[in-house]
């Protein structure tokens, strides 16, 4: 027999993310999931189930019991509050204003719902009456909107919406996947009953863990479909309303499965709850509003920096969130020209930017400052980075211009 080859060890070459996530992951949540296994049901294991339930109702600013994490990457988050709200036909309206509302869209047709939407053009926001007149219009069940698009990098303001759901009696939803932790965000103020997150973002882990929040009104709505598994108790539980589409994302199920019953569903994915929990505990350590000053801090310097490069910036500044900055790609490089742009950073200065989707692909980049990398150090060298491999391109970018401008924004503020 010839033998196989065998791979080396994985040793990833030395990279700086910084696009619209995945981040490099703080070092915090690499040791802490770096931790032996213990068993799903050991008594270890319980409490920190405890303990990442009570720090995620301090991200997410909650008092809901259901608040825990769903095992898979943000959209397993987003599959399980969607498909666990809506049944066939439901009627729900989602604002679109950038690929991740579209992402919204697909799924609730999935799950058999009557989707509605309300569109904007790429760079703006939906404004609450327009919503309004929408749900009037339409009645929907649910109301799913996304925070933060890093399509576009817009932040829909969420506060209104909310009292537009409380005024009309619908469920509100919110994908905070790219937002949360680096801009406000209050579940229970702005009277959401579903939000879902993921780790690569602002929390500074890796992508695999979506942290959720479920209100009472929700969780009510969700248990009037609870459906026991054959075979896990003796006591027969009565099936109730109609059956959750799918059996991984029945958060009836994962609720008993978190909950004082402890229901067994899947196998934990503990060495992801290890690092969703540690990402909870390093902002709670910091503080939720100082981390959403350090990402408007970081946010703040990276746009100066490249405007003080002469590049242009997409979308309406009014709405951009903290963390991610569409970069307009100088029009002498062309799409073309923008990719040779981000093979050299990544080649030449191991850092990585972001591309782009639908509309904007081959127009922008996307550069992120979030999480772990929103830092001063971080954005000070992807701005002298970025302006040596534009001017290698022949981009007539002003000298130091975005290194200067950022460290004017940092000025008086201790490193
Ligand atoms: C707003 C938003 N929603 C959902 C997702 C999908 O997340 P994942 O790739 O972790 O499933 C992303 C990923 O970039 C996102 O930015």
Redesign the pocket.
């Known amino acids: 027999m010839p033998h196989q080859p065998i791979h080396a060890q994985i040793n990833p070459p030395a990279r700086l993310l910084m696009g ?2 995945p981040i490099s992951a703080d070092p915090r949540v690499l040791r802490a999931m770096s931790a032996q296994l213990v068993g799903q049901y050991d008594p270890a294991m319980s409490a920190y189930m405890v303990e990442t339930m009570a720090l995620y109702r301090e991200v997410f600013r909650t008092a809901n019991q259901h608040t825990l994490l769903v095992d898979g ?4 988050g ?1 599959e399980a509050a969607l498909v666990s709200l809506l049944e066939p036909g439901d009627r729900v309206l989602v604002p679109v204003f950038g690929r ?1 509302g579209h ?1 919204l869209v697909e799924i609730a047709e999935r799950c058999g719902a009557e989707v509605h939407t309300v569109a904007v053009p790429w760079g703006e926001v939906v404004d609450a009456e327009q919503v309004e007149r929408a749900v009037v219009a339409v009645r929907p069940k649910v109301l799913a909107v ?1 925070q ?3 399509s576009t990098t817009m932040c829909q303001p969420l506060a209104d919406l909310g009292e537009v759901c409380r005024r009309h009696g619908v469920l509100f939803y919110c ?1 905070a ?2 937002s949360l932790g680096g801009n406000a965000f209050e579940a229970d103020a702005w009277g959401l009953d579903i939000a879902t997150a ?1 780790l ?2 602002c929390l500074g882990g890796p ?1 695999g863990s979506a942290p959720i929040t479920i209100s009472p009104r929700a969780a009510e709505v969700i248990e009037g479909r609870r459906h026991v598994e054959a075979g896990l108790t003796e006591e027969s539980d009565e099936p109730r309303g109609t059956r959750i589409a799918s059996n991984y994302f029945d958060l009836a199920m994962v609720m008993d499965y978190w909950g004082p019953r402890r229901l067994n569903h899947h196998t934990e994915a503990t060495t992801m709850l290890y690092g969703a929990r540690e990402c909870a505990r390093l902002l709670v350590e910091e503080g939720l509003d100082q981390a959403v000053e350090r990402h408007r801090l970081h946010g703040t310097a990276m746009l100066a920096g490249v405007a003080g490069l002469g590049l242009g910036v997409f979308g309406d500044p009014a709405h951009k969130m903290n963390n991610v900055v569409a970069v307009e790609i100088p029009g002498s490089l062309g799409a073309a020209g923008g990719e040779r742009v981000r093979a050299a950073l990544l080649a030449d200065f191991g850092i990585e930017i972001g591309t782009s989707f639908g509309p904007l692909h081959g127009r922008v980049w996307r550069i992120g400052t979030m999480g772990h990398n929103a830092r001063r150090d971080a954005v000070l060298t992807t701005l002298a980075a970025l302006e040596q491999v534009m001017r290698a391109e022949g981009v007539p970018v002003t000298a130091g211009g975005g290194v200067g401008a950022a460290r004017e924004v940092y000025q008086g503020v201790a490193a």
């Open positions: 619209p996530g990457t943000s959209r397993a987003i991740f992402l996304v933060g698009d890093t994908d996947t790219a993921g690569q973002k992508s």
